[in-house]
Nanobody, 125 residues
């Protein structure tokens, strides 16, 4: 089993940047594909980005494509989400998740059995 802890959230003005980190413990991060999801108040948790076990393939929601970048450093057991050109609609609690989704299911929450506690991102206009 793997434990995940997110960090790096905060308050930023529209147009600004943040980098979220997700540190894993308990098992090597290289055992899993990793995803980032977010949940805004009153809304369902939605897919943001994912990266394959090898790091070769990445996936993004249309709403963040071109602005967010997911990456992984297995030597540090950490996955990152670089967020640029932030918009007020990016405000949410951001969660990292670990699992073994197939190539067509990276965006599905139930493909990820392990989740962090979340980190708040607030973008002011």
């Amino acid at each position: 089993q793997v434990q995940l802890v997110e960090s790096g959230g905060g308050l930023v003005q529209a147009g600004g940047s943040l980098r979220l980190s997700c540190a894993a413990s308990g098992r090597p991060l290289s055992s899993y594909a990793m995803g980032w999801f977010r949940q805004a108040p009153g809304k369902e948790r939605e897919f943001v980005a994912a990266i394959s076990r090898t790091g070769i393939t990445t996936y993004y929601a249309d709403s963040v494509k071109g602005r967010f970048t997911i990456s992984r450093d297995d030597a540090k057991n950490t996955v990152y989400l670089q967020m640029n050109s932030l918009k007020p609609e990016d405000t949410a609690v951001y969660y990292c998740a670990a699992g073994l989704p197939s190539s067509g299911t990276y965006y599905l929450r139930n493909e990820y059995p392990y989740w962090g506690q979340g980190t708040q991102v607030t973008v002011s206009s």
